[in-house]
């Protein structure tokens, strides 16, 4: 079986090992985002999934757009199934109808909930207590296909954004290997959505970091894990912006936004609109991420 694979970030590189090694299957090609400016001196770096795929021989596409300048490629490849996981890019029915057996995505959630390109934040900033893994089969969309197989896993309190990335990262690389040999053994059976079910989620971006205290614990705890490593909750402090890596719900009240604790000893404690929250890692400007404790070891915060 001639498998094209796409995919971009970190959390498709799991997927593509595991076809790299899937019996009788081969990785005829790899399409990924085109190399983006990265880092303070903004030079262009490849994605996780190219560099995995030019260290093992396959042949890598970088079309800005797939659906207008991929299509032939993508031809010219004969794939009979492509798989995508993160690959960030839309793909057209004309892309969709080239390989026979279809096309199967890998989605960071438990669909119909959390459509959509940020699926892992969003469950993390919606407070749900469990997410998972979902292979479907893909249509003209956005999430909609038909579900094939899910796996699901329980979201720790302190779990951040980039933690359960990593984790579900290898579920999806297991719960695709399971849909691959249910499908080469005839046993895969396609689920419809409940589309009054679903969920979609939009985009990250940098101005929801912007915290609202009056907000209950739970709240701004889920919106601290869920957006770390990117954008990251900030609050002022005497160098700039201090981010907020890790929070928990602890006991507490006072006015929305105000500091009840910021010690060595008692670490660093906000009022919230219910509740308080428990500040556990942050990152000064410049600076190394650290315990909260530890920080204020050497710096003073005030309300």
Known sequence: MRIVFMGTPEFAVPTLRMLLNYPNAEVAGVFTQPDRPKGRGNKLAASPVKET?????????????????????????????????AFGQILSKEILDIPPLGNINVHASLLPKHRGSAPIAHAIMNSDRKTGVTTMMMDEGIDTGDMLLQAETEIGETETCGELTERLSLIGAEILQKTLDALAAGTLRRIPQNHAEMTYDPMLKKDMGIVDFSESADRVRGLVNGLNPWPCVSIPCGEGQL?????????????PGTILHADPKEGLVIACGKDAVRILEVQAPGGKRMRAEDYLRGHKLTE
């Open 53 to 85: 795929a030019l260290a093992a021989g396959v042949p890598v596409f970088q079309p800005e757009k797939i659906r207008r300048d991929g299509v032939g490629t993508l031809r010219d490849l004969q794939p009979d199934l492509c798989i995508t996981a």
């Open 243 to 255: 981010k907020l890596l890790r929070a928990a719900c602890t006991g507490g009240s006072g006015t």
